[in-house]
């Protein structure tokens, strides 16, 4: 899933971050505040000279695809405009500057063929070493549905067994059994679907002079592991909840299972019949390697103290890549649902991993049916990265993007949106919103603290203009709650809608939180 808030590397701050992510209120974060604080190595004049795609490691195009291109380039949308008001041009260079994100590459890729790809800004600000597409980026979450597919494939060529108990299989590491697991066990279906009751969401990552734990530590939370134990908490099977512990266990089965270091398992099974030649599972990268990598850079533009990240959780969270391989496993995942391709699943195992297992999940992907035109993808956050790839399961269509920073989130969003207008895709559109003027001070009774339950709070609070929204993951500036109704408002930085309840006596008990296709209720609790 993607993440724009900014972890850190202690347990508490990652816990706590991580809880607030299972809202789909922490996707989007806080808008960066006003351009002038911007470091002039990222400004968009800096930038422009590293624009250019590489016309090299880019498909050749015709006029009719570099106009296309132009105008995404062009045209990025913002995730909310306001009804009447006219759009403002937004540029990916001045996006990039908007959001200290120095670099960016995108593929574009449709009926079996990457279309275009390009490149934007610097992989590396200090060096002014410019973004190629074969610069490598972090996958983070992305890892976990290319993962999958060498588990499906074990699972086709008869090695192992979606729903029997992965502990018959184990070797180093079992899952401990408790009263949860009584009379469900965790299979392979319910870890690539979310659904094991598994715990741990995510993983931070370890600094470069930091002690890396072994998978055995990671899975018991023993030190140096700054993760708690992955365990089973809920009866499996029973509840979707997003567990990057699960690909860990999934991680370990593999290597169990073949004997083989996860990265081998990985390049033998999907990468090489994939044709993902840059790609590789291996954690950290290998120094003779270290130069095809983008540096990672936190939301104010410094980078990420002492560089990538080290992620021994390979299947959730290891695999260096770029958008075009991406696209290139996207691809292969295309061609095998109808048919046209085995290289790594046949038609039918592919069509089981694209069938929804519980809620909007997949055998590793997140799926989604706009209409007739249903979709998978994935998004992802490392410390340093974001990215994400979707793509169109019948139309042949999808778009990868990777970024080198915590606040490339946004700027993804935006980019994507832009892609959408273009190719008349049916997601990805901006919510529109009307505003109507209504006397601040009969929003008297509305501040407060508001919580939702497991997941966290909002502080609401009234200036002289209007309401404004703070909680972790809008970012450290309040948002200004812009009114549709006395009760109903809007914020400009994602779909997310926030409508006050009444009692019958008219105060202020809570809110509803609307944000996309999921919905949060507050108490107000003070």
């Known amino acids: 899933m993607n993440s724009t808030t900014s972890s850190q590397t202690t347990r508490s701050r990652t816990t706590k971050t991580l809880t ?66 006219p759009l403002k041009s937004m540029t990916i260079a001045d996006r990039m500057a908007f959001h200290k994100v120095p670099g960016v590459s995108v593929a574009f890729f449709d009926h079996g063929q990457i279309i275009w790809a390009r490149a934007y800004g610097f992989a590396d600000v200090a060096a002014k070493t410019p973004v190629t597409p074969d610069t490598l980026f972090q996958a983070a979450s992305i890892s976990k549905p290319v993962a999958a597919l060498a588990a499906l ?51 931070p990552g370890y600094t470069s002079d930091e002690p890396v734990p072994t998978v055995v530590q990671i899975l018991n939370g023993e030190k140096p592991a700054n993760t708690d134990p992955i365990r089973v908490d809920v009866v ?24 083989k270091p996860f990265p081998q398992i990985m390049s033998e099974l999907v990468l ?17 390697r270290a130069q ?134 049916p997601d990805y559109h901006p919510a529109e919103h009307a505003v109507i003027k209504i006397n601040p001070a009969t929003f008297a009774t509305y501040p407060g603290v508001y919580e939702i ?14 309401l404004y929204v703070e909680a972790e993951p809008f970012g450290p500036a309040p948002q200004e709650l812009l009114p549709e109704s006395s009760t109903q408002f809007f914020v400009l930085s994602g779909d997310i809608t926030f409508t006050f309840q009444k009692d019958a006596q008219g105060a202020i008990t809570g809110l509803t939180l609307q944000a996309g296709p999921q919905t949060f209720e507050a108490k107000k609790t003070s």
Not at 63 to 84: F, M
Not at 325 to 347: C, H, M, P, W, Y
Not at 408 to 414: A, R
């Open 20 to 85: 607030l992510l299972t809202a789909a209120f922490a996707v989007l974060a806080v808008v960066a505040s006003t351009s002038s604080l911007f470091s002039p190595k990222l400004s968009a004049r800096n930038l422009s000279a590293a624009l250019a795609p590489n016309p090299q490691s880019s498909p050749a195009q015709d006029p009719a695809i570099a106009a296309r291109i132009s105008r995404i380039e062009n045209g990025l949308l913002p995730a909310v405009v306001i009804k009447g008001q």
């Open 272 to 288: 090489r019949p994939a044709g993902m030649t840059h790609s590789t599972y291996e954690q950290p990268l290998p120094k003779t």
């Open 292 to 425: 095809e990598a983008a540096t990672p850079y936190r939301s104010n533009g410094d980078p990420v103290k002492g560089g990538a990240h080290t992620y021994p959780e390979m299947a959730p969270a290891g695999l260096w890549t770029t958008p075009s391989d991406l696209a290139r496993v996207a691809i292969e995942v295309q061609n095998e649902f109808t048919g046209k391709s085995s290289k790594i699943l046949s038609q039918d195992m592919a069509r089981q991993m694209l069938t929804r297992q519980i809620g909007a999940w997949g055998l590793g992907f997140g799926l989604e049916n706009a209409g007739d035109k249903p979709r998978f993808g994935h998004g992802g956050a490392n410390e340093g990265f974001r990215c994400n790839i979707e793509t169109y399961t019948d139309s042949g269509q999808g778009f990868a993007v990777m970024t080198n920073s915590d606040s490339g989130g946004e700027l993804t969003q935006e980019i994507f949106r832009s892609v959408a207008k273009e190719y008349a895709w």
């Open 153 to 203: 494939r074990l699972v086709q060529d008869g090695k192992l067994n979606l729903d029997e108990d992965v502990n018959s299989k184990l070797r180093t590491w079992k899952v401990p059994d408790n009263v949860f697991t009584a009379k469900e066990k965790v299979t392979i279906r319910r870890i690539l679907s979310h659904s094991a009751g598994l715990t741990v969401h995510g993983f």
């Open 236 to 259: 499996p099977g029973t509840l979707w909840r997003y567990s990057g512990g699960g690909y860990v266990v999934l991680q370990t089965l593999l290597s169990d299972l073949t004997g």
């Open 453 to 466: 339950p497991s997941v966290g709070k909002l502080t609401i609070t009234l200036k002289s203009t209007g």
